[in-house]
């Protein structure tokens, strides 16, 4: 027994010096790249609700912590600072609210820039620095709106759009890589997603794009005579459906066993493996929005309601305009004006596998009637007792004046 206990904790040395190797790897990456000597923005673009990261690809070796700015275009001088100047400003994204200002949006982490729940305004240049405004590595952003954006379900035989050609620009759709099938086991659905880009030769040569002379629609590089012409193109997502069998957990060899099952039986307590479930309590007619932990806008991401697929074919945002429980295109889940039939388990499943639950239950708001032994009650007859004796004093004393006003004042003619 002790021996089988000496190997363990040998094995949970030997994985934590591992892992402590590959954080000092992936923190050296920031020394080995160079800083370019002129400051170039790197051209991205994400739709809007989306949660999306970027990472200071470079930094001076004396540096140990960055700043991280934000200016809307070349024009505005005087970039707003996204973090106080003693650290870096960590955000939960569970605290996170739809809508809200760019500054409570945000949170750094390992020198990334993470901006949660992106909307169009959060377009523009993202400069990593220091305190004293000295530049590293800068981003283009282009936060693309979804309001009218083309949805195309394929199993419909629905198609994507065109491409524009004119005389100074070509406009078309770059699409991403469909995603995994975001179910396993039973059918499930793929999503790939389409954003705007423009093909000109009169595009700004300090944005640094994938292609040459190719940049997203909303981007600084497109000079203001070519602006117009880009937004009026929307972006797209293509919707098909899948199927895909669920891995099979591996069996370990006779003899050979893993940690867990060392340590399991070690302490004489089966291991458990549950799915991470979090609790909410909302009151009933109001909203709620849900994040699938670790989502990424490139993840195919799915929920359901205990057995009932959501599948985006019908919940997807702007398929039904009255709807109450939607999916929007940041892969976040909202139920507006709860109802109590919405209580459950919501379930999220991450690139094809389970990874958390949600268990809503919806309260009411009870009315508390009022007793004379309240203290709360008490406390608000005296004061309303108190301020009527003081107003009909002063009513008083203000009649009794006007009286001996007048009574003076006909003396004073007699």
Request: glycine share 6%; with cysteine; hydrophobic share 40%.
């Amino acid at each position: 027994m002790v021996a089988r206990m000496l190997g363990a904790s040998i094995l949970l040395c030997m994985a934590d010096v591992l892992h402590s190797f590959a954080i000092e790897e992936k923190g050296d990456v920031y020394n080995r790249m160079a800083c370019p000597a002129f400051l170039m923005f790197v051209n991205t673009a994400y739709l809007a609700g989306m949660t999306f990261e970027l990472p200071c690809r470079c930094k001076p070796k004396e540096v140990s912590s960055v700043v991280w700015y934000f200016q809307k275009n070349m024009e505005n001088h005087k970039p707003t600072i996204l973090t106080d100047l003693a650290g870096t400003r960590v955000v939960d994204s569970g605290h996170i609210r739809v809508g809200s200002n760019l500054l409570k949006r945000f949170s750094i982490r390992m020198f990334s820039l993470i901006i949660f729940h992106s909307q169009e305004s959060d377009s523009g240049h993202y400069l990593c620095g220091t305190d004293k405004g000295d530049f590293f590595y800068g981003y283009d952003v282009d936060v693309q709106p979804t309001k009218h954006i083309r949805v195309a379900f394929m199993d419909k035989d629905e198609h994507i759009q065109d491409d524009s050609t004119a005389k100074d620009f070509n406009l078309f759709t770059t699409f991403w890589d469909w995603t995994r099938c975001d179910r396993c086991g039973v059918r499930g659905e793929q999503r790939r997603i389409g954003l705007c880009y423009m093909q000109s030769p009169w595009l700004h040569p300090r944005y640094r794009t994938a292609m040459p002379n190719v940049t997203s629609c909303g981007s600084n590089a497109v000079p203001a005579h070519l602006q117009k012409p880009g937004h009026l193109r929307r972006p797209e997502i293509a919707i098909r459906s899948c199927l895909t069998p669920c891995q099979e957990k591996k069996v370990h060899k006779e003899g050979i066993q893993g940690i867990s099952d060392v340590i399991s039986k070690l302490s004489q307590k089966p291991w458990l493996s549950r799915i991470p479930t979090q609790f909410h309590r909302q009151l009933l007619g109001g909203d709620l929005v849900i994040t699938c932990p670790g989502a990424r806008p490139e993840h195919a991401v799915a929920w359901d309601k205990e057995s009932v697929r959501l599948y985006l074919s019908h919940y997807l945002i702007g398929v039904n305009k009255t709807m109450r429980i939607f999916i929007d295109h940041g892969n976040h889940l909202h139920i507006q004006q709860i109802k109590v039939n919405d209580e459950g388990t919501y379930f999220c499943w991450r690139e094809g596998k389970l990874v958390a639950a949600f268990r809503l239950r919806v309260i009411k708001w009870h009315q508390h009637w009022r007793t004379f032994n309240d203290p709360e009650t008490i406390y608000a007859i005296k004061n309303i007792g108190l301020s009527y004796l003081i107003i009909s004093a002063l009513f008083i004393v203000i009649h009794v004046c006007r009286q001996c006003w007048r009574a003076s004042r006909c003396l004073t003619r007699v």
